[in-house]
């Protein structure tokens, strides 16, 4: 799922952003899904590779429609806390 969202949020919204960024983020989704480490769970970690892909977090930013921010927070909010409880309870580190 984490891998999914930026690939649909590049293939939906390349035209927003410049192409040096757009080339930016596919080469950072391919790099990461290309050599993962490890054998054992080894795309365990793409979340925390996914975040520095910043072009996407632009093209999410540029999104105008009227409640856009309100459904993107409502969405990501209960993952947040859920990944927090995660941590704090020692089940997942990453």
């Known amino acids: 799922m984490s891998i999914l969202i930026p690939i649909v949020t590049l293939i939906i919204g390349w035209k927003r952003i410049p192409l040096h960024y757009s080339l930016f983020a596919v080469i950072l989704i391919l790099f990461a899904t290309i050599y993962p480490m490890g054998t ?46 995660l941590f704090l309870n020692h089940y997942w580190v990453a």
């Open 40 to 85: 054992a769970n080894a795309l365990t970690s793409v979340p925390r590779f996914m975040t520095v892909v910043f072009p996407v977090t632009i093209i999410f930013a540029s999104i105008k429609w009227p409640r856009f921010d309100h459904i993107y927070l409502a969405l990501t909010l209960p993952i947040f806390a859920l990944n927090v409880l």
